[in-house]
């Protein structure tokens, strides 16, 4: 039998089992909405694949019913684990009236939903890490028991909301945890060329704050360094950063061919240590999953996928008198 590394960390065998099944429908999700762009159905779509482990192992390891998430676009494992659904999602992809996080105003993986504690983001990239910051302070300035959980990619990092929001975190020694989800690549342009540190952890000296890089293709390891970083905050330590190494298995969005600046071969490399197969093969190591409910859990999910398809593909789309609700105060 594998070496059990959950049950150390307290995760119980239906935890993780729920983390590997939350993990799969973000990826069938995701890969609908692809075909669903290649039929012309939705107009754009920003993948997760390849990073749900990192995305599903750090939500797990937060209080849904007191922190906030503050996603980039690509963290829909983060938001399926705050509450969102697989028709909601789907509803965002068709731009519908119903899409929670902007009523299909805003394109797919601006991800907001008030009741969840997900707080919405912007196109321009690293908005939300000052946002974070900024409800951290207010977090701790009421005496509440929260913390806030920031993503953002590699390349965001080298943005000047990343060190302005880290620097005033760690002055103010605010419960921020903040996490890069390095998948390789911002845009075309590979981490190399971006970044001259050899970790985007190294960063976090800086600002005085603690920083950890992770295997970000195993949601265990993921879990286990955000649940530290969340008792850290809790108990007035200040922020941390973390960096999980991933990798995009998919172009940077639908408007993009990859093939102009990576390798097959590199693509394909990276496809042997797909989360998705590698944590299913940890669950049935430790005999948790086997082949038979693997296919269970797969058909359940896109059950779920596909009713979501034929919701959102069927519900109203806005009123077109309705565009500027929310945006001007009405009288």
């Not at 360094?225 to 172009?251: C, F, H, N």
């Not at 409910?293 to 779920?304: G, P, Q, T």
């Amino acid at each position: 039998m594998a070496e059990n590394r959950h049950a150390a960390l307290g995760l119980s065998d239906e935890k993780v089992l729920e983390m590997y099944e939350t993990m799969l429908l973000a990826r069938r999700l995701d890969e609908r909405m692809w075909l669903l762009n290649r039929a012309g159905k939705i107009p754009f779509v920003i993948s997760c694949q390849g990073q749900e482990a990192a995305q599903v192992g750090a939500a797990f390891a937060l209080d849904r019913e007191k922190d906030y998430v503050l996603p980039y676009y690509r963290d829909m494992g983060v938001v399926l684990t705050f509450g969102m659904t697989a028709k909601e999602l789907m509803l965002s992809g068709f731009a519908k009236a119903e899409d929670p996080n902007s009523g299909g105003r805003q394109m797919p993986g601006h991800f907001g939903q008030k009741k969840n504690r997900i707080v919405t983001g912007s196109s321009p990239v690293t908005t939300q890490v000052p946002h974070a910051v900024g409800i951290a302070l207010a977090g701790k300035m009421e005496k509440k028991d929260l913390v806030t959980f920031v993503t953002f990619g590699e390349g965001s990092s080298n943005q000047g909301d990343f060190h302005e929001g880290a620097n005033f975190a760690g002055v103010h020694k605010l419960p921020v945890i903040f996490m890069v989800e390095n998948n390789k690549y911002a845009i075309s342009i590979p981490y190399e060329k971006q970044v001259a540190a050899e970790k985007v952890s190294d960063r976090a000296i800086g600002y005085g704050m603690p920083g950890v890089t992770v295997d970000g293709n195993d949601p265990i390891e993921v879990y286990k360094a955000v649940k530290e970083a969340a008792d850290r905050g809790r108990s007035g330590k200040g922020p941390s950063l973390i960096e999980a190494v991933s990798y995009r298995l998919t172009p940077h969005s639908s408007d993009d061919d990859d093939r102009s600046y990576r390798a097959p071969d590199e693509v394909a490399k990276a496809k042997t240590k797909d989360p998705i197969i590698t944590f299913g093969a940890y669950l049935k190591e430790n005999g948790i999953m086997n082949d038979e409910s693997e296919k269970a859990i797969n058909d359940k999910i896109m059950k779920l996928v596909n009713e979501a398809t034929d919701y959102a593909e069927n519900a109203p789309y806005a009123e077109p008198e309705h565009a500027l609700k929310y945006v001007y105060a009405e009288e």
